[in-house]
Every structure is written in structure tokens, then in C-alpha cells.
């Protein structure tokens, strides 16, 4: 298996899409922060487009849907639950799977990855990004009594974690990694200044205590 240290988590992502393949993006709208996105020319569906003019997008929050359709006429977007993919795009098999941060939001991550392994093509990859368990801001952060974890959290992966529960959804680890943390937010702010601080002096040396966690799945037979 190989590694690679930190990276910024959308130019990562986006070096990985073909041009000419068939790409599916879970959490396309990046709800709830749609709008802002959009307005700073941020919004990761947006330039996976730019790449894979073919690529079609999936999200649970329909409201948000309705404003990318809106900016992005002509994209193909389903409403749809991660966890059932099959009922929503089955029968279509995908050259690349992308999942940004995602996985930490879904009641059953085991459900999700099996799922996608099934709408893989033979040679497909499936690219997981998420919050990493040991990024060094929220250790800091719990020396003064907060948790800092998302209100719509379910858990927090390790790259040991997500390649274990990789293998027993049937995909194999091609390679994992670290994303450094987003130079933005919904706004500014004193939490994400700090946040960002923090980050960059420790995970530049130590790639480990990173913000974010990257895998590449590939089928396992």
C-alpha cells in the first residue's frame, strides 16, 4: 500500500477525475454551505464538471439540489440516500466513486462503501475523504473543555479504520494520505483562524495530525 503525506484536499481529488469516464459525486451540493460556495467559486461539484462534463451528482437535501440545479443547469443531480445507491443509479457502473467528507455524516459507513463497491466498474476507484481522528486542532481544542466535533457527526476515521472497513466491504486500500485544513468557511471566523493555525505548524512537520484523511478503494477481486 502506499502513502503520500498532505495535500490540499480538492486539487487532490480533482487530479484523480477522467476526462472521459463515468464519475459519481456523493454529497455534490456540500449542503449546507451551498450558496457560500458557489459565491467564492469554491463549490467542488462545480469544478469536477469543469473536468468530467459527464459526472453525475447525488444528495440527500433536496433544497440544496434545487439551487445547484439552478446554477448549474444541465448537470445531472439526483436526490437520493447514499446508503441505497443502488436505488438510485443501479445498473450504472462508474469509473470514480468520490465521497468528500461524507462518510463521517451516514448511521451506517460499512452499508455506504459496500454499496459503491457494487456500482464500480472492474478497474474503478472509489476516493474517500473525511475528518481524521487525530487532527491536532481538536486535541487542542479539548484542553479547554469543547469537543469539537460536527453537530452532524456520527464518528471520526483513522486511516487504520477506514482501511479495515474498507476490506470488509470488499475494497481493497490503493493508497492513503493527509488534506490540509480549508482556507475557508462559511465566513470568517476567530474558530477556523485558529484552527487553521494550529494545523499548519504541527501538520506540516507531522502529515499525521492533519485535518483530513484520504483513501483510494479499489475493488478487492
Not at 467564492?40 to 459527464?54: A, G, Q, V
Not at 472509489?126 to 473543555?145: D, E, I, P, Q, Y
Amino acid at each position: 500500500m502506499k502513502g503520500f503525506g498532505r495535500v490540499k484536499r480538492a486539487a487532490f481529488i480533482l487530479d484523480q477525475v477522467p476526462s472521459n469516464g463515468a464519475v459519481l459525486h456523493v454529497g455534490c451540493t456540500n449542503s449546507p454551505t451551498t450558496l457560500f460556495t458557489i459565491a467564492n467559486d469554491i463549490l467542488l461539484h462545480k469544478h469536477l464538471l469543469d473536468r468530467c462534463p459527464n459526472a453525475v451528482g447525488i444528495d440527500i437535501d433536496e433544497p440544496s439540489i434545487a439551487i445547484l440545479k439552478e446554477h448549474l443547469p444541465g448537470a445531472e443531480i439526483i436526490a437520493g440516500d447514499a446508503n441505497n445507491l443502488s436505488d438510485y443509479v443501479g445498473g450504472r457502473l462508474f469509473d470514480l466513486i468520490i465521497a468528500a467528507d461524507v462518510i463521517e455524516h451516514l448511521e451506517n459507513p460499512g452499508l455506504f462503501l459496500s454499496a459503491c463497491r457494487d456500482q464500480l466498474k472492474d478497474d474503478g476507484q472509489v476516493l474517500v475523504t473525511t475528518t481524521n481522528t487525530f487532527g491536532v486542532a481538536r486535541f487542542f481544542k479539548a484542553l479547554l473543555f469543547h469537543e469539537a466535533v460536527h453537530s452532524e457527526h456520527t464518528a471520526y476515521f483513522s486511516p487504520k479504520t477506514l482501511v479495515r472497513l474498507g476490506h470488509l466491504c470488499g475494497l481493497e486500500t490503493r493508497r492513503y494520505g493527509y488534506y490540509a485544513c480549508s482556507a475557508f468557511s462559511e465566513g470568517p471566523s476567530v474558530n477556523k483562524a485558529l484552527t487553521n493555525a494550529i494545523e499548519t505548524m504541527y501538520a506540516t512537520i507531522w502529515p499525521q495530525f492533519s485535518e483530513g484523511v484520504i483513501v483510494e478503494y479499489r475493488r478487492s477481486d
